[in-house]
């Protein structure tokens, strides 16, 4: 038996990159997965992707920093399907901007979409999951939450916050069933990122990297999918970097990076 059957699943941000990837991911494994995006047609062609190869899926469209439609949306999916018993948060992003020349209009958007949205989310899917006794949560930070990213302190800071939320969630929520955890995805290869990054970025982050290569949406969708599972009942409170080494790696791999540079730099002489 596939390990997430008759599981409902839901995944925030899922019509494409890496919520895409963990939808299809969690409906291979068994789950029945509700694509939520904010794009409603976009979710829509995904669930249709995901039950065209014989796998089960719906579609939500829901701006996850409308917090009364969260709420809503929640209550109406239980009405719907019974319960909740994943609930991957996901939806998010980042914009570059130096830390002096933050404004405080995208501050607050910033804090609205990475932050709010996502405490209240998970406020209103676990309040069900106590319900039933059972219940598993994955945030998906960033290794922007575990070290200071350049020109990103805002979405750093609230990818860190996701982390804390994740702790006390754990601490307060483990006693009812549910655990609550996170994946911290690096660099990964999607079609966000490649209309962001040139090709040469592209190759010289991998090169920053211990594995010399960025991720791959589905490497992170499998980490995911592990911590939503039944098997993951003992694992409560903590954060997963799928990142090839990255974080552990610190700033020694500026280092490696510096000398393998000077080297092919002197082979070329």
């Given at each position: 038996m596939k390990?997430?059957?008759g599981h409902i699943a839901l995944v925030?941000?899922?019509a494409r990159g890496i919520g895409q990837a963990i939808?299809?991911?969690l409906a291979v494994d068994g789950a029945?997965?509700?694509v939520s995006d904010r794009d409603g047609d976009a979710a829509s062609k995904t669930a249709s992707r995901i039950t065209a190869l014989g796998h089960q899926a719906a579609c939500l469209t829901l701006d996850v920093t409308d917090l009364e439609a969260v709420k809503a949306s929640i209550d109406l999916l239980c009405a719907e399907h019974g319960r909740i018993d994943i609930l991957v948060s996901n939806?998010?992003?980042g914009k570059s901007r130096p830390f002096l020349d933050m404004n405080e209009a995208e501050l607050q958007s910033q804090m609205a979409l990475n932050f709010g949205s996502v405490y209240v989310l998970a406020q209103a899917c676990a309040r069900k999951m106590r319900a039933t006794g059972y219940g598993r949560v994955v945030f998906v930070s960033s290794v922007t939450g575990l070290a200071g990213p350049i020109e990103l302190s805002a979405y750093g800071a609230m990818k860190a916050g996701q982390l804390g939320l994740m702790r006390a969630m754990a601490l307060e929520l483990g006693e009812h069933g549910i655990t609550t955890n996170a994946v911290a995805p690096g660099p990964t290869d999607t079609e966000l990122l490649r209309v962001a990054w040139s090709a040469e970025q592209v190759a010289e982050?991998?090169?920053r990297i211990p594995a010399r290569r960025i991720g791959k949406p589905e490497e992170v969708a499998h980490a995911v999918s592990f911590l939503a599972s039944p098997e993951?009942?003992?694992i409560n409170g903590v954060v997963l970097p799928v990142d090839g080494g990255f974080t552990a790696a610190g700033g020694?791999?500026?280092e490696v990076y510096r000398q393998r540079k000077a080297r092919q730099n002197n082979d070329k002489l």
């Amino acid at each position: 038996m596939k390990p997430l059957t008759g599981h409902i699943a839901l995944v925030t941000g899922a019509a494409r990159g890496i919520g895409q990837a963990i939808a299809l991911r969690l409906a291979v494994d068994g789950a029945l997965v509700i694509v939520s995006d904010r794009d409603g047609d976009a979710a829509s062609k995904t669930a249709s992707r995901i039950t065209a190869l014989g796998h089960q899926a719906a579609c939500l469209t829901l701006d996850v920093t409308d917090l009364e439609a969260v709420k809503a949306s929640i209550d109406l999916l239980c009405a719907e399907h019974g319960r909740i018993d994943i609930l991957v948060s996901n939806a998010g992003a980042g914009k570059s901007r130096p830390f002096l020349d933050m404004n405080e209009a995208e501050l607050q958007s910033q804090m609205a979409l990475n932050f709010g949205s996502v405490y209240v989310l998970a406020q209103a899917c676990a309040r069900k999951m106590r319900a039933t006794g059972y219940g598993r949560v994955v945030f998906v930070s960033s290794v922007t939450g575990l070290a200071g990213p350049i020109e990103l302190s805002a979405y750093g800071a609230m990818k860190a916050g996701q982390l804390g939320l994740m702790r006390a969630m754990a601490l307060e929520l483990g006693e009812h069933g549910i655990t609550t955890n996170a994946v911290a995805p690096g660099p990964t290869d999607t079609e966000l990122l490649r209309v962001a990054w040139s090709a040469e970025q592209v190759a010289e982050a991998g090169e920053r990297i211990p594995a010399r290569r960025i991720g791959k949406p589905e490497e992170v969708a499998h980490a995911v999918s592990f911590l939503a599972s039944p098997e993951a009942a003992f694992i409560n409170g903590v954060v997963l970097p799928v990142d090839g080494g990255f974080t552990a790696a610190g700033g020694y791999m500026a280092e490696v990076y510096r000398q393998r540079k000077a080297r092919q730099n002197n082979d070329k002489l």
